[in-house]
């Protein structure tokens, strides 16, 4: 892995150096991938278990699930990048033993999709077309976890129903930030990281450098949000989750350490902390 890093970085430095706006949009590319497409054996319960139905969308059709009582409150879940579905699992059953409606979906270009790549604004519109399909007549909840949490924000800011209840399990704020992370990564120029953040503006039909969870919450009408973050998440830092709480109203924040980034989701006490503040 280490050497395949390096051959990565080199690549994407040649080609940097060499054409910047060629850089930029194979950078952009690669941003888009997603890596981990596999099922885990502790999430195939899931998938047996839920009632499966398809949304039609303009690339590829949506998998979407279903599971508890169809005259429940209304739960959505939102998986992360590089996850799925049954990543949120254990909320799922729960929330289903509670009587609750729980539907959730794959992200496009996750799981079982023929597509390998996705970004933002794809699962936003994915998520957008999921709502209207269900076209809830009273407020309702969204469980969501780290890109699962902005794309959330993001897709309830260009809606008009109204949420309940948010629970982030982590979530970036910055858009612009995460791009530097990757350009840090990768290793490409500024002049290319300009021609990448270019191709990602054209994509989201917004520019990149102006786009916050912060400030998509502001567009949203909510009874209130729970942030759940571990202070030593290696993954998302903590304090994406600090500048969120301090910009909003109606925000808890509970902070945990050494539960992780993706080991949260099977975690007994985050569970029971969501399903307290559902509740309540």
């Given at each position: 892995m280490k050497l395949y890093l390096k051959i990565l970085k080199l690549y994407y430095k040649t080609v940097s150096f060499l054409s910047p706006?060629?850089?930029?949009?194979?950078?952009?590319?690669?941003?888009?991938?997603?890596?981990?497409?596999?099922?885990?054996?502790?999430?195939?319960?899931?998938?047996?278990?839920?009632?499966?139905?398809?949304?039609?969308?303009?690339?590829?059709?949506l998998d979407c699930y279903e599971l508890g009582n169809v005259k429940g409150?209304?739960?959505?879940?939102?998986?992360?990048?590089?996850?799925?579905?049954?990543?949120?699992?254990?909320?799922?059953?729960?929330?289903?033993?509670?009587?609750?409606?729980?539907?959730?979906?794959?992200?496009?270009?996750?799981a079982n999709s023929k597509s390998e790549y996705t970004n933002l604004y794809e699962c936003k519109e994915a998520f957008k077309k999921l709502i209207e399909f269900i076209n809830p007549q009273q407020p309702f909840t969204i469980i969501s976890h780290s890109f699962g949490s902005a794309?959330?924000?993001y897709t309830m800011s260009e809606l008009?129903?109204?949420?309940?209840?948010?629970?982030?399990?982590?979530?970036?704020?910055?858009?612009?930030?995460?791009f530097t992370n990757f350009k840090n990564f990768v290793g490409i120029t500024d002049r290319t990281f300009s021609?990448?953040?270019?191709n990602a503006t054209q994509s989201l039909n917004e520019d990149v450098r102006k786009v916050s969870v912060e400030k998509k919450l502001d567009r949203v009408s909510f009874t209130k949000l729970l942030l759940v973050h571990?202070?030593?998440?290696k993954i998302l830092p903590y304090r994406n989750s600090e500048e969120?709480?301090?910009?909003?109203?109606?925000?808890?924040?509970?902070?945990?350490?050494?539960?992780?980034?993706?080991?949260?989701?099977?975690?007994?006490?985050?569970?029971?902390e969501t399903m307290a503040f559902i509740k309540n």
């Open positions: 706006q060629l850089g930029g949009k194979l950078a952009f590319k690669l941003f888009q991938k997603v890596r981990n497409k596999d099922i885990r054996k502790r999430e195939e319960a899931f998938y047996e278990k839920a009632r499966h139905f398809k949304i039609p969308l303009q690339k590829e059709d409150e209304l739960i959505f879940l939102v998986h992360g990048w590089d996850s799925n579905a049954g990543s949120l699992s254990k909320f799922a059953f729960e929330l289903e033993d509670r009587n609750y409606r729980v539907i959730s979906f794959d992200l496009p270009g996750h794309m959330t924000a008009n129903y109204t949420v309940d209840k948010f629970v982030f399990l982590t979530t970036p704020n910055s858009l612009l930030e995460i021609h990448m953040i270019d571990d202070k030593l998440d969120v709480f301090k910009s909003t109203n109606n925000v808890q924040l509970k902070s945990y350490e050494k539960i992780g980034h993706y080991r949260m989701l099977w975690n007994d006490d985050v569970l029971e």
